[in-house]
């Protein structure tokens, strides 16, 4: 008896994520198709089946092909997996919308996390308006890709409306370390991993001027936390997402890792470095300080009080020093 050959996976973006998430199929012996915008990681991936720029020292397998031609990724795949940093989204994948062609039948997972400055749209959201025909579905939660590329037990969260669409995209995860758990709440799930991005950037700033308190850092992330769900209720999101894995987990994820671009943003704001000599050391802004901006924006339009974002915001802007944050923070919300 012969059996049907499954339809191959697609990957948008083979850097950090998207590579790390590609590894995790193809260990379920499913084909994969990554696209990628970097021609010598194309090449790499293809000749050696390493990814040397973006996921060092991990192995990949023969059956993750990559290719620079996005609309290949789309053609017969049954599930596509959006990895870039949320402001490629629009220009990567605008043309394939453009020219038509995409299943219906074909499942969108975005696992981006970021806010577009001009439109104000969560990454999801943004996603959702490039393929209304598609089931779209949010994968989000405490899932740092060179952890779980590495076989580090995983627990994420995916969120969307239909029960079938979640269990298909599970089922090409699921394996003995790396787990989901579902959810219907899109908004809340996307915005516990957006909005964390903000506040990474003030644990940023205790790291570079030493403040190891303990008593401080958890009175931080509380307030962080309930910062993020004010603000999320007000978009729309369920209050108890943000208590769970996509909301207080990746938040606890990002103030245990050293690896948080965002938390690296706010180490080199404590030692006085302007956002220019920032952006010229790290080569682009991560993408917390891009949602600081707008989550301030909407937060002032939904009349949601965010003083923890406006200390952080003040920093940026140079109007107050970290120091003064610091004790700003403990005067207003911890005496
Ligand atoms: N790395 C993680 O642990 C992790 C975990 C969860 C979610 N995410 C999310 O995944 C997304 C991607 O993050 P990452 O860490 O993989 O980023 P990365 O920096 O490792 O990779 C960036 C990707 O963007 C591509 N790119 C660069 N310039 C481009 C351009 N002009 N047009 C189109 N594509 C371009 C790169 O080639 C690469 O594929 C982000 O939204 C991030 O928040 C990352």
């Known amino acids: 008896m012969t059996t049907e050959p499954r339809p191959p996976i697609g990957i948008v973006g083979l850097g950090n994520m998207g590579a790390a998430v590609a590894h995790l199929i193809t260990q379920h012996d499913r084909d994969v198709i990554g696209w990628e915008y970097d021609p010598a990681v ?3 991936v293809n000749q050696r089946h390493t990814n040397e720029r973006f996921l060092p020292g991990v192995p990949l397998s023969p059956r993750l092909r990559a290719t620079r031609d996005v609309h290949e990724v789309f053609r017969g795949a049954s599930i596509v997996f959006i990895a870039l940093p949320s ?21 969108v997972v975005n696992m981006a996390k970021g806010i577009d400055a001009a439109t104000g749209l969560t990454a999801f959201q943004t996603v959702s308006a490039l393929f209304p025909r598609n089931p779209c579905v949010m994968l989000s939660g405490p899932s740092i890709a060179n952890e779980f590329a590495r076989g580090e037990p995983t627990v994420v969260v995916l969120a969307g409306q ?8 599970a089922q090409v995860l699921d394996s003995r370390h790396f787990r989901t758990r ?10 516990g991993g957006v909005l964390k991005n903000i506040y990474a950037i003030g ?31 007000a978009m729309g999101a369920r209050a108890e997402t943000f208590a769970y894995l996509a909301g207080l987990g990746d938040l606890l994820a990002t103030s245990m890792s050293e690896h948080s671009h965002n938390r690296r943003l706010g180490e080199l704001l404590s030692q006085g470095l302007s956002l220019e000599q920032i952006q010229a050391q790290m080569g682009v802004l991560p993408e917390g300080y891009n949602t600081l901006r707008v989550a301030l924006n909407l937060a002032e339009k939904l009349h949601v009080n965010l003083s923890l974002a406006h200390g952080l915001w003040s920093v940026i802007c140079g109007r107050y020093t970290a120091q003064q944050f610091i004790y700003s923070f403990i005067r207003n919300f911890v005496d």
Not at 182 to 191: P, W
């Open 203 to 233: 644990l940023g700033l205790f790291d570079g001027l030493n403040v190891g308190s303990v008593n401080f850092r958890a009175a931080y992330l509380t307030i962080a936390l309930e910062e993020m769900t004010l603000l999320g209720v």
């Open 42 to 44: 194309v090449a790499e």
């Open 182 to 191: 579902f959810s219907h709440d899109t908004m809340g799930v996307e915005l």
């Open 87 to 107: 402001r490629f989204i629009q220009p990567t994948l605008g043309p394939v919308c453009a020219a038509g062609g995409v299943s219906p039948d074909t499942i």
């Open 162 to 169: 239909s029960l079938t669409h979640l269990t298909q995209v």
